[in-house]
Nanobody, 122 residues
Framework: QVQFVESGGGLVQSGGSLRLACTVPGFTLDYYSITWFRQAPGKDREIVSCISGQGGRIDYAESLKDRLAASRDDAKNTAYLQMNSLRPEDTAIYYC???????????????WGQGTQVTVSS
C-alpha cells in the first residue's frame, strides 16, 4: 500500500518560512511526479505545485510561484516544498501525492497522505 507521509508544518508568523517534506516508506518515488495541494477551511482544495519524476519540470500555481520552491531528493526518497513570505491566507492543510505518472499533467493525485497543518499568524 502506498502511503504518503507529509511533515514540516507548524505555526509561523506572517512573513516566515517553512519547508514541508513528503516521503513514502517502502515505495520508490524516483519516476513519479509529486503533486502538492492544500485545503483551507471553507475553500476548495488547490494544487500549489507539481514536480515531475526525477525533477525535470516543476509547475507552480500562478499566484504562488514567487514564494514556493519545490524540489526532490530521490536518494532520500523525499520531496520538499519550501514556502517563503507566508501569509495568513496560506493557512491550510498541505498534502502531497501522485497520480503515478512521470510528468505533471495537472490532474489530482490518486493517492496522498494525511497532510500537515500550516498556520500563519498575522
Amino acid at each position: 500500500q502506498v502511503q504518503f507521509v507529509e511533515s514540516g508544518g507548524g505555526l509561523v508568523q506572517s512573513g516566515g518560512s517553512l519547508r514541508l517534506a513528503c516521503t513514502v516508506p517502502g515505495f520508490t518515488l524516483d519516476y513519479y511526479s509529486i503533486t502538492w495541494f492544500r485545503q483551507a477551511p471553507g475553500k476548495d482544495r488547490e494544487i500549489v505545485s507539481c514536480i515531475s519524476g526525477q525533477g525535470g519540470r516543476i509547475d507552480y500555481a500562478e499566484s504562488l510561484k514567487d514564494r514556493l520552491a519545490a524540489s526532490r531528493d530521490d536518494a532520500k526518497n523525499t520531496a520538499y516544498l519550501q514556502m517563503n513570505s507566508l501569509r495568513p491566507e496560506d493557512t491550510a492543510i498541505y498534502y502531497c501525492g501522485t497520480d503515478f505518472g512521470t510528468n505533471c499533467r495537472g490532474v489530482w493525485p490518486e493517492v496522498w497522505g494525511q497532510g500537515t497543518q500550516v498556520t500563519v499568524s498575522s
